[in-house]
């Protein structure tokens, strides 16, 4: 087994650390208090490569394998989680949705714009009576002939408001129950697509998260990803690996904080030495690293196994349910290790523990992500990869 990282995936993680710290950072309390979208942030996230990252070169992208995916999220993570849930959006759920199972025309028409950041996408699954139950779409898409008439509401959907294109999960015949259901690509400009207001959230405050309605909106045929029926099942593979994604983010948060408690508890001193020589501090530290080094081996390995093309579902349940509570925990832990400062703004583990919370609920509850971790593991198809070159299953 390999644990060295190679010279790219190095370079990447390198590159995108330089830019979360000296890019990224200055403002970041500002965007976070006037829940202000880093638009211009965002545009260089395209230019480096990191909106496409792993969309191969022919659509735009970067090419990249989904470990270098995750030590970028990581970084940029560990700064500004509004800009890290922008690009895990249009790296995980969109841009690798719609390569691979996008048509042709699809991948020339939307892929090469979303890929180089020149556009933003987002995707619509959550509905107001559907969040966890996925199968309960009141989203209608009705056959029309030439055209789909798509209507309904979607909910907290993540650059909602500064997307061009959204992937949106709708019932096109109830009857069918998740066999009926399908994914469609839908222009924000079009007619009947109605964007509400920017939701004012307990943490990730500058990203666009919005409600948005479908009114009477005609979407071709051509739009239509996959066979009929093939909606609910394009969203479940794409949430699988969205969740390395989130993973990935939660790992950042966790990773900065603590970052972050080391450097004050060395600067910071108490009855004549520095706090970090103080036990009671000095264990919190050692706490946070080894459940941040187990949360980091978690998210590389689910990583890994993408990269290998091998099962990684319940990989990536375990590293977001791992990974989210440790970022919950350990920002908790980097506040209070902060003392008084850590309750204001200005030291940045008071944000980070804000924005630690929604990586428990997004992209599947931790609940949901146990649902699918038992259920797998009842099944008999929980992971242990490889051993002399044969599968093995518990």
Same mark, same amino acid.
């Given at each position: ?22 890019? *990224? ?72 949705? *719609? ?15 979303? =890929? ?137 948060? =966790? ?60 990989? =990536? ?60 593991? *009842? ?16």
């Amino acid at each position: 087994m390999q644990f060295k990282l190679t010279e790219e995936q190095l370079a990447v993680q390198a590159a995108a650390r330089e830019f979360a710290q000296n890019e *990224l950072k200055e403002g970041v309390i500002e965007r976070d208090t006037n829940m202000t979208f880093a638009k211009e942030q965002i545009r260089k996230m395209g230019e480096m490569g990191f909106m496409g990252m792993m969309v191969s070169p022919e659509y735009g992208g970067s090419g990249m394998d989904t470990m270098s995916y995750v030590l970028a999220m990581e970084e940029i993570s560990k700064v500004d989680n509004s800009c890290s849930v922008c690009m895990s959006v249009n790296n995980s759920l969109v841009c690798w949705g *719609l390569e691979e199972f996008g048509t042709e025309a699809q991948k020339q028409k939307y892929l090469t714009k979303l =890929a180089t950041g020149e556009q933003i996408g987002a995707f619509c699954l959550s509905e107001p009576e559907a969040g966890s139950d996925a199968t309960s779409q009141r989203t209608t898409a009705i056959d029309m002939g030439d055209h789909y008439l798509l209507n309904g509401t979607k909910n907290w959907i993540t650059n909602g408001g500064s997307s061009s294109v959204h992937l949106v999960i709708a019932q096109t015949d109830a009857d069918k129950g998740h066999r009926g259901i399908n994914a469609f690509i839908v222009e924000t400009d079009w007619d009947g697509v109605e964007i509400g207001a920017k939701e004012d959230k307990l943490g990730i405050r500058s990203s666009d998260t919005h409600t948005i309605m479908y009114n009477d909106v005609k979407v071709p045929k051509e739009n239509r990803i996959g066979e009929d029926g093939f909606g609910f099942k394009f969203a479940m593979k794409t949430l699988s690996g969205g969740r390395i994604g989130i993973a990935a983010q939660a790992l950042g948060i =966790a990773a900065g904080a603590y970052e972050l408690a080391v450097q004050y508890s060395k600067e910071r001193e108490a009855f004549g030495k520095p706090i970090s020589r103080h036990q009671a501090i000095a264990f919190k530290l050692a706490d946070m690293a080894t459940d941040i080094e187990a949360a980091r081996l978690l998210v590389y390995r689910a990583a890994w196994l993408k990269d290998e093309h091998m099962e990684y579902t319940s990989a =990536a349940c375990m590293a977001k349910v791992f990974a989210s509570e440790t970022a919950m925990k350990h920002t908790v832990e980097a506040v209070q290790v902060h003392g008084g400062y850590g309750f204001v703004k200005e030291y940045h583990v008071e944000r980070l523990m804000r924005d630690a919370k929604i990586t428990q609920i997004y992209e599947g509850t931790s609940e949901v992500q146990r649902i699918v971790i038992s259920r797998n593991l *009842l099944k008999g198809q929980l992971y242990i990869p490889v051993f002399n070159g044969e599968k093995m299953t518990v």
